[in-house]
């Protein structure tokens, strides 16, 4: 099945930096890449996604980058504020079911 | 609110016992994921259920099993539960079978405590 790696565990930036989260699969196949934001105590919720016939997605202050040959995606996150922490995870498709990374625990310092 | 719905919230209960989870998908949505994450701990696919069959499988113990019924609510039954079993159990629905395309909207979840 596929494999997702995510990095980094924990990210801490001061308000109003920029956060990259990265992460890779190993299934060339996979089409779909979807990001979850999980607040404390709640449940994850889509925030962004992107299917491989694109390179970049932007949503507002959110971006998601691929790279299919290096089978590697990224989240950027601009101009972060204290409602952006969270922990951030990555998925990627198989046949049947996404595949989650392991998580960021993203903090943004006031 | 995601559309989908999960009960109970918080359930605690002994060492050896036996739980069942409840939940709903959003309406149209024939797949049901579950999911198990440990305190600090990333999300654990356990199964998935499409339109009643169970279509794929993940790290899911002997002890516990799940079903989806016509009306396409599932149920997640554990048993013999031990300590180690205290977690979130989070439900997610799709509208089709496959990982592909298919957004997958999350339950507000289920906190087991096993004491």
């Known amino acids: 099945g596929e494999n997702v790696e995510q990095h980094p565990s924990t990210l801490s930036v001061q308000e109003g930096d920029s956060a990259v989260i990265k992460c890779t699969y190993s299934?060339?196949?996979?089409?779909?890449f979807p990001w979850y934001k999980q607040e404390l105590g709640k449940r994850p919720q889509l925030i962004i996604d992107?299917?491989?016939?694109?390179g970049e997605k932007k949503d507002q202050r959110i971006a998601v980058t691929l790279n299919k040959t290096a089978k590697h995606f990224s989240l950027h996150i601009t101009e972060t504020q204290p409602e952006d922490s969270a922990v951030y995870f990555c998925?990627?498709?198989?046949?049947?079911?996404?595949?989650f990374g392991t998580g960021t625990r993203l903090t943004v310092i006031p | 609110d995601s559309g989908v719905t999960q009960t109970p919230k918080h359930l605690i209960t002994a060492t050896g016992q036996r739980v069942t989870l409840r939940c709903s998908p959003r309406?149209?949505?024939?797949?049901v994921y579950w999911y198990q994450q440990s305190l600090d701990q990333g999300l654990q696919f356990l199964i998935q259920?499409?339109?009643?069959?169970?279509?794929a499988k993940g790290n899911i113990l002997e002890r516990f099993s799940a079903q989806q019924f016509p009306d396409l609510h599932s149920e997640l039954n554990l048993s013999s539960l031990e300590l180690g079993d205290s977690a979130l159990y989070f439900c997610?629905?799709?509208?089709?079978?496959?990982?592909?395309?298919?957004?997958?909207?999350f339950g507000p979840g289920t906190r087991l405590t096993v004491l």
């Open positions: 299934d060339s196949a996979s089409n779909y």
């Open positions: 259920y499409y339109n009643g069959e169970e279509r």
């Open positions: 992107i299917r491989s016939n694109v």
């Open positions: 309406s149209g949505d024939l797949s």
């Open positions: 997610a629905s799709s509208v089709g079978a496959g990982g592909t395309v298919n957004e997958q909207f």
């Open positions: 998925a990627a498709p198989g046949a049947n079911n996404l595949f």
